[in-house]
């Protein structure tokens, strides 16, 4: 993923945060706190502003990507960690060395139809992705420029039906 524009997705649970919401948020803009898994926060550190993001909404029925957001501010401490009333809060996190990070995101787009968990395991073109792959789990997670590429042209002909 070295040069170039990377791609990345990123999970929520629509009741907790949606791309609707994401949408409705001041200038279409949030932070994305909260990630307290290292490799998700490592991959995190690697985003930069003009990245895209496949928007997935997690235990949803069905499990679907709904759209499309961009990297709007590079890997920064999350504020959460050293908030005690915060759900988010990590007492063995070092101000002087902050463990967790957030970015921020903003809204490009949603989904004229959301592309389902099945109706992509269907799709040759997406095989390996990381999403796809058992016991996969990550929050946020890079996404190949091929996939990518497959889910916009799933996109359209979904769109189009």
């Known amino acids: 993923m070295a040069g170039g524009r990377q791609y990345w997705l990123m999970k929520s649970e629509p009741e907790a945060f949606s791309i609707d919401d994401l949408a409705r948020s001041p200038k279409k803009t949030t932070s994305w706190d909260g990630v307290r898994n290292y490799q998700a926060r490592n991959f995190m550190r690697t985003m930069r502003v003009g990245d895209e993001v496949l928007f997935y909404h997690s235990n949803a029925d069905p499990p679907s990507v709904v759209g499309i957001a961009e990297v709007v501010k590079s890997a920064y401490p999350d504020a959460t960690q050293f ?23 903003r809204f490009v787009r949603k989904f004229m139809a959301p592309m389902s968990l099945d109706l992509l395991r269907g799709q040759v073109g997406l095989k390996g992705m990381e999403l796809l792959r058992k016991g996969s789990r990550l929050s946020v997670q890079p996404v190949r420029a091929e996939e990518w590429n497959e889910i916009l042209r799933l996109e359209r002909t979904q769109a189009d039906r």
């Not at 063995?92 to 967790?100: A, F, G, I, K, M």
């Open 83 to 105: 908030d005690r009333l915060d759900t988010h809060y990590d007492p063995d996190s070092d101000p002087d060395q902050p463990r967790w990070v957030m970015v921020d995101i």
